[in-house]
């Protein structure tokens, strides 16, 4: 089974990623003995992937992967982007995140209101080869946050399939549609093609 560091601490991440990565043994960066502190200082959420990934595959050499994700919302344009977890400044409560971005869409009817969960992932492998996935995640901005599920921005994002927000679906619901769990599933089907054609 081929390892894979992933360049995260973040254990609701690590475990959707080992659910849907299964044939492979995936460890974060603390369990590979990496502790190294990051600067994000791309442009674009593939940017920071990259920029993430390429760190911890010149300590390592192996398979490294890196996401970088976060919710743009079209009415106020793109933000906050990759600024996601800075947005407002990384200790402010998401409960007040949420609630700046409400009132910022105060004026916003039906469509207007449209965003989505962007997630990039950047796999590095053993040769330096590099691969991209991104998957989203679509909905509205909701008038009010509701549920308890999930973190982040998971209480605005309104989806349209559930009715509900990102928060107030199961957590198995969320995998099957969630950014992140179709950038993996993109990103699977990568690995295997190049193991696939590799591998003698």
């Not at 502190?37 to 490294?64: L, P, Q, R």
Request: charged share 30%.
């Amino acid at each position: 089974m081929r390892k894979i560091i992933f360049a995260t601490e973040n254990k609701n991440k690590l475990k959707e990623i080992r659910l849907i990565l299964s044939d492979y043994e995936i460890i974060s960066t603390k369990e590979a003995g990496i502790i190294t502190n990051i600067e994000e200082t791309g442009k674009t959420f593939k940017d920071n992937a990259y920029i993430k990934a390429k760190a911890i595959w010149e300590i390592s050499g192996g398979i490294v992967l890196a996401d970088d994700s976060g919710l743009v919302v079209d009415y106020i344009d793109g933000e906050p982007g990759v600024y996601s977890s800075r947005y407002l400044g990384e200790s402010t409560s998401y409960a007040v995140k949420n609630q700046n971005i409400i009132d910022r869409l105060a004026n916003a009817k039906g469509n207007e209101r449209s965003a989505r969960f962007t997630a990039c992932i950047c796999a590095i492998l053993e040769d330096g080869t590099t691969l991209f996935t991104e998957g989203n995640m679509e909905g509205l901005i909701a008038y009010k946050a509701a549920g308890e599920n999930g973190f982040g921005y998971d209480p605005i994002l309104y989806l349209l399939e559930f009715s509900k927000t990102s928060a107030e679906i199961s957590i198995d619901e969320k995998n099957k549609i969630s950014h992140r769990g179709k950038a993996l599933r993109k990103m699977k089907e990568k690995l295997e093609e190049y193991y696939e054609n590799t591998d003698c």
